[in-house]
């Protein structure tokens, strides 16, 4: 069974001139245990948008989403918020970290709603990302980078069967940029878990066995505003 699943899904917006825009309309996209796929697309051909479906931030129109074996789609929103939480990392383009909390407090939020806290693990994961004397600082007292090492820990808090990340190194210089991309991987291989990173750097993409360029699979991709696209 493959631990991500998708099949018929499609999303869709009105503009403020009433006409519906067709962003997603994916037939099927899979991934097995433990995977790791690269995704890649221009800009606003929907790669976030299709991140946020697979998430549950986003309900889809139509389709199906099953993650780790459970129906994501079924669920209203507190259920989606359970699944995500037991499943589900999420790396962030802008790290989403909340500016009350430590860096540790952050990556414990990042337990609460799944298995539940565990603040060893989360001090060695903040250990494992080179930030040892950086847990009880709060977000605007670090790096960037720092930054994105403490959304790395926080999205593999929960021991995730399916890690998402949304241009994970597209605020970093170069060289943090591989560390972070090293990290993920890393962590994401010995925890077996599934990683769907989308990028558009080349030399990030060619690190990875499995490229998918997303208008390959999403029949939206290149549809001018206003259409429907295929029934």
Known sequence: MPVLDVKDLKKGYV?????????IDVPAFAMDD???VALQG???SGKT???NLIAGILQPDNG????AGECLTAQREAGRDRLRAR???YVFQTFNLLQGYTALENVMLGMMFGRGTDTAYARALLERVGLRDRMTYRPRQLSVGQQQRVA???ALAGRPKLVLADEPTGNLDYHHAGEALKLVREICRENEAALLLVSHDRDILGQFERVQELSQINRAA???TGSEGEP
Request: net charge negative.
């Open 64 to 67: 199906v989403i099953s993650v």
């Open 87 to 89: 499943h589900i990392g």
């Open 152 to 154: 790395v820990a926080r």
């Open 34 to 36: 433990a995977e790791q």
């Open 42 to 44: 221009s800009s606003g």
């Open 49 to 51: 948008t299709f991140l």
């Open 15 to 23: 503009s403020p001139e009433g006409e519906r825009h067709l962003v």
């Open 222 to 224: 290149g549809l001018p």
